[in-house]
């Protein structure tokens, strides 16, 4: 069974940083597309960064130079790393991935790690 076991979430004050960590097990053929979404209180879900399995990254312009997304395909691991962090970036944070399994491509989702920003 595929997993992505998600960590690295806290409360941090304004201007600090942070680094989630996404790590995916389980029985995988291939890792494609790998993204951090997140979810703030009151609102829907919306995209962070997208990593392709080459490394092309993509951001949103709200964390863009603030935020790094990165992946160790050897360990089957993604990261973002926060920078600057301002209260807007308090949501819920999710990665998700593109694994092909059995033959089967799908979409996995992590479990959601926390993220507050406040002083």
């Known amino acids: 069974q595929v997993q992505l076991v998600q960590s690295g979430g806290d409360l941090v004050q304004p201007g600090g940083s942070l680094r989630l960590s996404c790590v995916v097990s389980?029985?995988?053929?291939?890792?494609?597309?790998m993204g951090w979404y997140r979810q703030p209180p009151g609102k829907e879900r919306e995209v962070v960064a997208t990593?392709?399995?080459?490394?092309?990254?993509n951001y949103a312009d709200s964390v863009k130079e603030r935020f790094t997304i990165s992946r160790d395909n050897a360990n089957n691991t993604m990261y973002l790393q926060m920078n600057s962090l301002k209260p807007g970036d308090t949501a819920l944070y999710f990665c998700?991935?593109?694994?092909?399994?059995?033959?089967?491509?799908?979409?996995?989702w992590g479990q959601g790690t926390q993220v507050t920003v406040s002083s």
């Open positions: 998700n991935a593109w694994i092909v399994s059995d033959s089967y491509s799908r979409l996995y």
């Open positions: 990593i392709t399995s080459s490394g092309s990254t």
């Open positions: 389980g029985k995988i053929a291939r890792i494609n597309l």
